[in-house]
């Protein structure tokens, strides 16, 4: 699809974002120029949330710096809160499943991370990305020895290897395994996310068609990563990262630039907001 604007405007009063290879850079940092077209939504009378893979209090940097933001959903939906952090729905793991999702990322001699509804646990602070995690979440994991007794309010599991082909064999191992009674996809080529079956894009794209009472065909999504595809067959005007790989693109309604490059200003600007607004800012 072309970057340049197109002739057809959809009639969107909501977009969801991705986070990380969508509304951040690399450096996960939240550039001036996106901070602006989330305002400029803001005064479109558009609505804006987040969906994304980190816990919601993982987001918090964020909140300030963007005025138009209603909602997270954190953990790809896992637990979906307002913007003042009050809850508004959340679809945690069975104990039993999430135990066993666990033994078979560890058979694959991959890391884990449990996530509660509140809490990140590691067994290894040196152990791959956790410093990367922490950084970007900006707030310390809990090490633990072993993961017993915590499988109570699990709302994500992050299968952890810097062999992208172990991290894919453990996805698709994890998918025949349990089928539909989890949610289980590769956020990043380093990470398998798993979560409650009803915590995945696709559904945050049905709650927040809930919680603003907006349908879906006036819903526009933008994001990177094949997780993100589940969120583009359920909105109305889809939008891919130019950093998305072939296959994410092909799923959108069109492709924007990479996030080095302000590709979600850009979607906004060229595929979201009225001409009047665009020419106005």
């Known amino acids: 699809m072309p970057l340049a604007a197109t002739n057809k405007r959809s009639r969107i009063k909501l977009v969801i974002a991705d986070i990380d290879g969508t509304l951040v850079t690399r450096e996960k940092l939240l550039t001036p120029r996106s901070v602006q077209a989330v305002h400029r939504l803001h005064d479109a009378g558009i609505l804006f949330g987040i969906t994304t893979g980190r816990p919601p209090k993982g987001t918090r940097m964020l909140i300030d710096s963007l005025e138009g933001l209603k909602f997270v959903a954190g953990f790809n939906g896992g637990v979906v809160v307002r913007r003042d952090f009050s809850l508004f729905k959340e679809n945690l793991l069975p104990a039993t499943a999430a135990e066993q999702v666990v033994q078979i990322i560890l058979e694959h001699k991959m890391d884990a991370w449990l996530y509660t509804d509140k809490d990140w646990f590691v067994r290894d602070l040196r152990a791959y990305r956790v410093d990367r995690e922490q950084k970007t979440v900006q707030f310390p994991p809990t090490v633990v020895?072993?993961?017993?007794?915590?499988?109570?309010?699990?709302?994500?599991?992050?299968?952890?290897?810097?062999?992208?082909?172990?991290?894919?064999?453990?996805?698709?191992?994890?998918?025949?395994?349990?089928?539909?009674?989890?949610?289980?996809?590769?956020?990043?080529?380093?990470?398998?996310?798993?979560?409650?079956?009803?915590?995945?894009?696709?559904?945050?794209?049905?709650?927040?068609?809930?919680?603003a009472g907006i349908p879906t065909q006036e819903i526009a999504t933008i994001g990177d990563m094949a997780n993100d595809v589940t969120m583009f067959e359920q909105s109305g005007v889809s939008i891919a990262m130019g950093n998305a790989s072939p296959e994410v693109q092909k799923a959108a309604t069109y492709v924007t630039a990479s996030n080095q490059e302000e590709g979600f200003a850009v979607a906004v600007d060229d595929f979201i907001l009225p001409k009047d607004e665009v020419s106005a800012a």
Request: aromatic share 10%.
């Open 145 to 211: 020895r072993t993961f017993e007794g915590l499988f109570d309010r699990v709302a994500k599991i992050v299968g952890v290897s810097e062999n992208y082909d172990l991290v894919a064999s453990c996805e698709k191992n994890l998918q025949q395994r349990f089928g539909a009674s989890v949610s289980a996809a590769r956020s990043q080529p380093f990470y398998v996310d798993v979560t409650h079956p009803k915590a995945n894009k696709g559904e945050v794209v049905l709650m927040a068609s809930e919680f």
